[in-house]
């Protein structure tokens, strides 16, 4: 295995996180102000310092200051000595900034169709009526040959369908006037969360986040997120999509001596609020075989207790930090947290939480053979980064050198179903246009023809293979723009949620 990273530390031993089992996932939990971001940075910036890329939203706006050296403050010094460690070697880390928004970073844009009906139904909190009436939409655009892009697109396509439901009954049944309103007025809500700029191209290649610098050094991806944080949903969403795309597009890799990627999952809990039961299921079958991926993810929240059984018995690498036991709840979450970890009959777990300083936490990483460590306490290293931000003039300047600086700024446009809805692109489609589709058609069938082959060779079945087999035919169906193609771009979640 390649050397391990150094994360924390106590009178006893240091504490050593093995990059080859980072892809076993983990989990930062703790209070508010326990050191939960601290932590975060010490981690992200131990792998990049091994060439592991790292994505992570910032959520505070603290963790720019990665960009930046950091210097020993008085307290720090006190700290250093307190653990007998030295002075560490200060240095920033190569970072790429990005932002939904645009302002705080490289626009992150996605398309209407990539992300699917099913997560924008979870987006826009549609019941079962709604999301069934979005889907018959989203077949409507495809048999008719009109991409769905951006919001306009959608909303085009919505009133389309409204305008003219009965010609569309016989086909595709009933479609409810009411449903379609419900959708619309969700659409301008997440339109004015920022939608407008999310939606649309040219659309996030995941390839850039997988990136080093000159020197070797893994670029850590720094998502913008304070503002997004009062779009929870929108928030949640955004990075479930990324998630079920890294999915989609990496090739399998099995166990690796250090993962492609890792991906911190700040405010885990917005994902699993209110989340229905299937895609419960769904979202701890992609934290399963993502790792085959070479793909480490990594939950961040207060309480473990947001994050279900099922997902939390995939964490194999877990920091806790101080917990508060002020009701009955919290006494309950302390016990829960004490639960997990694998016991130390020097340590009472469950009090030891509630007495945990900041900076200090419970650590348990997995050894060689893949077994949770027995649960030390200790404290947390410092950075060798800023701790706290960088200014606006600084990520100006590094946003200009950035690696993919202006390749994403200028929004693109083109030709889509608003513009064929509204009759600049040509007539209005009919429910009976998806026959007259021409050489789209004939590219689509072929492009399934290959998919079918593809999965005859593979074996077909398994949803493993299925997703190479549709990442590959996805790759085609985009180059040809073709109705196939349109279906199969869609988010592998969209793909595992439907019903066979």
Known sequence: MSNPLLIAKNAKQDLMLLPALVNRHG???????????????????ALSERGVPVFMADVKGD???????????????????????????????????????????????ATISDLGPLLLARMLNLNDTQQGVLQLVFKIADDNGLLLLDLKDLRAMLQHVGDNAASFQTEYGNISAASIGAIQRGLIGIGEQGGEQFFGEPMLNIDDLIQTDGNGKGVVNILAADKLMNAPRLYSTFLLWM?????????????????????????AHLLFSEAPKPLLQKIEQVVRLIRSKGVGVFFVTQNPLDIPDTVLGQLGNRVQHALRAYTPRDQKAVQAAADTFRANPALNTAEVIGELGVGEALVSFLDEKGRPTIVERAFILPPASQIGPISDEER??????????????????????????????????????????????????????WGSALGGLLGGGSGRKDSVVQAVVKSAARTVGSQVGRELIRGVLGSLLKKK
């Open 243 to 267: 998630l079920s795309e890294l999915f989609e597009h990496l090739p399998e890799v099995g166990d690796l001596d250090q993962p492609k990627l890792v991906f911190f999952f700040d405010e």
């Open 63 to 109: 963790l720019s200051g990665m960009a930046k050296a950091g210097a020993a403050s008085s307290k720090m010094k006190q700290r250093l000595e307190t653990l007998g460690i030295e002075e560490p070697q200060w240095k920033a880390t190569p970072v790429t900034f990005w932002d939904v928004y645009g302002v705080q970073g490289h626009p992150v844009r």
């Open 27 to 45: 989990c930062i939990t703790g209070a508010t102000g326990t050191g939960k971001t601290v932590t975060l940075q010490v981690i992200a910036q």
């Open 396 to 449: 100006k300047q590094l946003m200009a050198t950035s690696i993919v600086a202006g390749v994403y700024e200028n929004a693109v446009d083109r030709e889509s179903a608003y513009e064929k809805l509204k009759g600049r692109g040509g007539a209005t489609p009919t429910a009976k246009d998806g026959a007259e589709a021409g050489a789209d058609s004939s590219i689509g069938a072929t492009v399934s023809s």
